[in-house]
């Protein structure tokens, strides 16, 4: 079945520190990939998202790309705020049901 | 205009009780879902409904029961509360129809407590 594998955390960073949260997949098929962000007493929202090999996301100064060969769609941000403070989940959908990474916890202090 | 809404955002009861929790989207999305998140954050999908049927029952108590009076409803029952029920409830919403790519909306979750 399809299963998702992210970093565990909590990720600490100071303000303006390079962020990457890693992720792997494993599917059958070729699945599209997302990040969504979960803020406190919030539900999730999308954050970016990649339907192909070799696509990019972007968004809000985050991205990740799809790299089949090593199946994997790491997140990145050359500079955290400390409103960027959040759980990240990595997903793929591939049929019906997308499947969640367990979360990554990041937290940004000033 | 809420996208997903559920309701009640919260919900505190006795154990043994039953209780529901409604789900509303209007994006004209034809898959629902319904997910659970623990204290770790981890989600977990309960069920899945495409065109008010349903396509997905993971491992679930048959003490939940989801109900789908129409495409843009999808609620969950859930008979004799029991502690480990605590939790977050996701409900959330996306177009299918065999279209890959798309994302899913979620409501704002309803914080369960059971005493």
């Known amino acids: 079945g399809n299963s998702v594998t992210q970093m565990e955390g909590p990720v600490t960073l100071s303000e303006e520190a390079f962020l990457t949260i890693n992720c792997t997949y494993t599917a059958t098929g070729y699945p599209s990939l997302f990040w969504y962000v979960q803020y406190p007493g919030e539900g999730l929202q999308l954050l970016l998202k990649a339907t192909k090999a070799d696509d990019k996301g972007s968004n809000k100064g985050f991205e990740a790309t799809y790299r089949k060969e090593t199946t994997s769609f790491h997140l990145e941000k050359g500079s955290v705020q400390v409103s960027d403070s959040a759980v990240y989940f990595c997903a793929l959908k591939g049929s019906y049901i997308p499947t969640f990474g367990r979360g990554t916890s990041l937290i940004v202090h000033p | 205009d809420t996208a997903v809404s559920q309701t009640p955002k919260y919900l505190v009861t006795q154990m043994g009780n039953d209780k529901s929790i409604k789900c509303e989207q209007n994006l004209g999305h034809d898959t629902m879902y319904w997910y659970k998140q623990d204290s770790k954050k981890f989600l977990k999908i309960m069920f899945s409904?495409?065109?008010?049927?349903?396509?997905i029952n993971e491992t679930v108590p048959n003490r939940f029961s989801p109900k789908s009076p129409d495409k843009a409803h999808l609620n969950l029952h859930i008979n004799s509360l029991e502690l480990g029920d605590s939790a977050v409830y996701f409900c959330a919403s996306s177009q299918d129809s065999g279209t890959e790519g798309t994302e899913a909306f979620f409501g704002q979750g309803t914080r369960l407590t059971v005493v």
């Open positions: 409904y495409n065109n008010k049927e349903l396509i």
